[in-house]
């Protein structure tokens, strides 16, 4: 049951404003947790919500949740970001490594050769269905959707956002300024604003 009214003191829930009144869903409604450090709206029109040290959680509508953590098969509860690749699987970046989720069985899909080991900010889905992987490391990973095969696109500083624009262009957030990525021969270019 959703309590009603919102408060800055109020403990961290999903706000959700409807006919003039804001709904909050908390750990009593099912969530894990309130304050989210990332989220995603999927095809289906799902909230996914990430959060740091209480893993992921979906809102199946406002009020059912269905929520992933390490004894789902996460690597880590801390989650950075998440993106769903051209073939429909949710990527989730943890603290520890990125997850592929099978949300047929409630589980990470990853059991060690689907996971990407090590610390990743940053995803985003290219209009093929490709997802870049940005790392603190600076390594940016490029998962072909078409493949399943991973491999080096770029070394760069500290990656710490990635995003995709309408026409293709990738958009990366470094330590060391801002690139753009038009095609795999495009150069770069570099913004230290």
């Known amino acids: 049951m959703p309590r009603t009214g919102w408060s800055r003191r109020a ?3 999903l706000l959700v404003h409807e006919h003039g009144a804001w709904l909050a869903y908390g750990h009593e409604a099912g969530m894990l947790f309130g304050a989210p450090s990332s989220m995603l709206i999927d095809r289906e029109g799902s909230l996914w919500a990430g959060s740091h040290g209480r893993g992921l959680a979906q809102a199946f509508g406002f009020g059912v949740f269905e929520n992933w953590t390490r004894e789902e098969g996460l690597e ?3 989650v950075w970001n998440m993106v769903r690749d051209g073939a429909g699987t949710m990527w989730v970046a943890t ?9 047929r069985t409630s589980s ?3 059991a060690p050769a689907g996971r ?8 985003a889905r290219s209009a093929n269905g490709s997802v870049f ?7 940016l990973l490029r998962r072909d959707a078409a493949t399943g095969q991973s491999r080096l696109y770029a070394k760069l500083p500290q990656i710490r956002t990635l995003a995709t624009a309408p026409d293709g262009a990738l ?3 470094t330590a060391g300024g801002v690139l753009s990525v038009r095609s795999r021969t495009a150069r770069g270019r570099r913004s230290s604003r």
């Open 95 to 103: 603290d520890l490594s990125v997850d592929p989720l099978d949300e």
């Open 171 to 173: 958009w990366i957030g």
């Open 76 to 78: 880590d509860d801390l």
């Open 11 to 13: 403990p961290p829930a």
């Open 116 to 123: 990407y080991p090590g610390r990743a900010y940053a995803l």
């Open 108 to 110: 990470s899909a990853g």
């Open 133 to 139: 992987i940005g790392f603190i490391s600076g390594d």
